[in-house]
């Protein structure tokens, strides 16, 4: 079975202690929704060469055991209940990818 990803991107953030709500609730949920963080950049220290029109702000790459449980995980009360702490303002952009077996 393929994996399933989720992908965020923020193209700009103005104000990234405004996140923290935010980061306090998704955790959780993604974790509950069997959700592990493969790379968060550039928080955790790690390194990102940008290219074309990349960009080195956050970004945010999610495993999941399928692509199933990645759209469950997205759309469990838990997760929404992260969303509405998404600050206003914050451009981001979102997507659940399914992996290559």
Not at 69 to 91: H, I, M, N, T, W
């Amino acid at each position: 079975m393929a994996k399933g990803y989720w992908v965020s991107v923020y193209p700009a953030i103005s104000d990234p202690e405004r996140l923290t709500a935010y980061d306090k609730l998704a955790g959780p949920a993604v974790q509950a929704g069997g959700g592990r963080v493969l790379s968060r950049i550039p928080s955790r220290g790690g390194r990102v060469v940008a290219h074309e029109a990349g960009i080195t702000q956050r970004v945010v790459l999610i495993e999941f055991d399928s692509f199933e449980l990645a759209v469950a995980a997205y759309e469990s009360e838990a997760y929404q209940k992260a969303l509405v702490a998404l600050p206003d303002g914050f451009e981001r952009g979102f997507r659940i990818i399914e992996g290559i077996d």
